[in-house]
Structures are given as C-alpha cells and as structure tokens.
C-alpha cells in the first residue's frame, strides 16, 4: 500500500498515522511491521516515533502475524465434573479463556493444557477444548471436550439450544416483576465497538428469562436461564431493561459501587447437557464465589 501524507496529518507519528489510515489492524501489529522494515518513509526505513511531513510517500508491506498456538501453563483449575469426553471448569472470575486481544498467558486454555494435555481440535490450535466461552469477569461453569467427537456433539446440543444454562446476576435497582423475559436481538455498538447492543432492533436472535431470587435495598438477585448464547447476552439484556449487573461500567452500572465488588456480579451457577458418550443428562453446579457471597452479606447488614 502506498499512502501520502496530508498537511493536517504533518506531525503525527507514524505509528499513530498509520493506525488512523488503516485501523483494521492493531497498533501493535504495524509497530512490527515497522520494526521488521516493512513500512518504508520516501523509501528508507524509520521508526515509529518518526513525525511524518506534509508530502511525505509511505510504502507499507503488510505481513501475517505469526499463528499463535497455546502452550501450557502450571495454573491451578477446579474441576467440577469429569468423564472421559468432557470437562467442567470452576472458572474463576479474571481468567479469559482463551488467546486474543493482547492476552497470550495466563488463560483458562493455557492452563488445561498444562493439566489435560491434548483436547479436542475443532475450535484450532489457540483455542483446543473449547467448545463456548464465559466472559472474563464472569465466574462459573464451563464445558470442555477432551477429543472431537465430544466437542462435535457439545456444539451440536449448544447450536440445537438442548444445553441448560442458568446465571445468578446481581443488578441495579428494584426489578419489579417476579419474572420475566427479554427477548431483543444483540448486535455490535455501531459507535463503541467493544460493546453489544439490544437497541437497535436488529442484529443476532437472543432471549433470556428471569426470576427474582432475593431483594435487597438498591438492588435485586436474579436467576437467569438463557436460551442462545449471544456476545454479553446477558449484561446486555439486562441492561436494556434498565437494570443493569452490579459493577458492569460497561453497560451503565455506577462506576462507584457501595460496597465495591472488584468485578461485575455475574456467576454461571449451573449448567446441563447430555453426555456425549451415551446420551445421559448431566448437571453440574458451580456454588456462588466466596467474594460474590461475602459482597451480599454486606448488603444485607
């Protein structure tokens, strides 16, 4: 790609510059092409702090990033169930699940390799096992397969909406009916893009129902089942309802929260599938952290 440099663009920095003109790819990865010298000024290297010049030709040599393959990492895991076709994690609350988004370390994968060794491969090399995904502030129940028949038939229940999934949500406010259900399709922000949205009546099918558990002053329990298993389903809906998750800043919670929580308070409490091995209906249930629970005794006190 050939750019040239425009008089109100002159004392950018190139790195700066070119993740303006090209914002598909990430700062990060045309700093690497910068240092590898693929991003030529006038036809000579240069670094990235480089202030561009009105006039100035920028050639630039897009490159792949290198495939990322995870790598195991001694990292504790509860395990809540075990066959020899799947896996129930306990994740905790701060661990992301996979590989992306500058996160390479540290994540729920690199850590069942370290204790499974090898686990299915339909979902590729970063993301071996994993058959969906929990948020990285969202703690509970997750399913992994162990080889591809079982994460074939996983997928199959999950896509066929058979696998049950309930939530324990914490949310602002009074929510006055005893139960509920939000059924508005989910789609990307079109001005935040690191958010999801339910207000543009249309995007992606999702409903979720909800019945409330317990109420406290400024806020309610709920327990919530979710039929589809949409990008902050959950955190979204919820919010669209004017009620959002307790220290979710993301989707409108306070960003002060009496007491303060450390994350947002939304648990997987249970989930049921049917074994892929031969069709037996297994539930598996994750009890409420103990930070989630000491933060509700302070509520009720």
């Known amino acids: 790609m050939r750019l040239t440099i425009e008089s109100g663009e002159a004392g950018k920095r190139l790195d700066h510059l070119l993740h303006e003109r090209l914002p598909a790819f990430s700062r990060s990865r045309i700093q690497r092409w910068i240092q590898e010298g693929l991003v030529l000024v006038n036809g000579a290297p240069a670094r990235a702090s480089r202030p561009v010049r009105a006039d100035d030709v920028i050639d630039v040599e897009p490159a792949e990033p290198p495939p990322l393959h995870a790598v195991p990492e001694s990292i504790p895991l509860s395990v809540l169930y075990e066959d020899q076709d799947v896996v129930a994690i306990d994740k905790p609350a701060g661990m992301v699940v996979h590989a992306g988004a500058g996160v390479h370390s540290g994540t729920l994968v690199n850590a069942l390799l370290a204790r499974f060794g090898a686990l299915s491969g339909v979902a590729g090399a970063l993301r071996p096992g994993i058959v969906h995904r929990l948020d990285r502030y969202t703690s509970g129940v997750l399913l992994v397969a162990k080889n591809d028949t079982a994460h074939q038939r996983l997928a199959a229940q999950f896509s066929g909406r058979q696998v049950e999934k309930v939530y324990l949500a914490m949310v602002h406010g009074n929510v006055k009916p005893e139960s509920g259900r939000i059924e508005r399709p989910i789609a990307r922000d079109p001005v935040r893009r690191t958010r999801m949205t339910a207000r543009l009546g249309e995007g992606r099918a999702a409903w979720s129902e909800y019945r409330v558990l317990r109420r406290f002053a400024r806020f309610t329990l709920l327990e919530v089942r979710i039929g589809t298993g949409r990008t902050h389903q959950i955190r979204v809906h919820l919010s669209s309802i004017g009620h959002p998750v307790a220290g979710d800043t993301l989707y409108g919670a306070p960003a002060r929260l009496a007491p303060p929580l450390g994350r947002y ?24 952290p103990p930070d989630l629970g000491a933060w509700m005794e302070q509520l009720e006190s």
Not at 265 to 285: M, T, Y
């Open 265 to 288: 308070f939304l648990h997987a409490h249970r989930i049921g599938f049917r074994r892929p091995a031969d069709g037996q209906e297994i539930s598996v249930v994750s009890p409420l």
